[in-house]
């Protein structure tokens, strides 16, 4: 479903890149642990993380501990902020890529998702030029899925039809 909180939309932003060559359900697992880890995805609080910090989040067994992750995470709070400060949110940055209303796919067959996309593409290579770590251009896509900017619901699910009346 479509979602424009800045602050949700950094935790989907953080999980996503935790996520990276791993399973989502390890993730998802761990969801609650990294609200509390990276004070519920706040990136005001996140982007002044220290050495100190993060040194305490890399032996934190609740989460995922890979420091390079965490240190992309510390990055890519002061890099939203940016866009924040630049756009006015990161909602009106991300959201401007499809023109502020989701792309509504119609596929029948889980087979047919993609993993990314030229748009993805687009969006990842933006990210990256901004400074952004571990934002490849499948994380991207699947940030799109995860917040509703493209409808990858199968069309015989319920929510491909509510945000088909959107």
Known sequence: MPLHDDQKLFEF???ESFQAGLSWQ???NKRKNFRRAFDEFNPEIVAR???IKM???VQDKSIIRNRQKIAACVNNAKRFLEIQKEFGSFDQYIWGFVDYQPIVNSFTSIKELPPKTELSDEIAADLKKRGFKFVGSTVVYAHMQATGMVNDHLVYCYRYKEVQKM
């Open 49 to 51: 993380y220290d050495d």
């Open 55 to 57: 040194e305490e989040l």
């Open 13 to 15: 932003i953080i999980l």
């Open 26 to 28: 390890i993730v998802l």
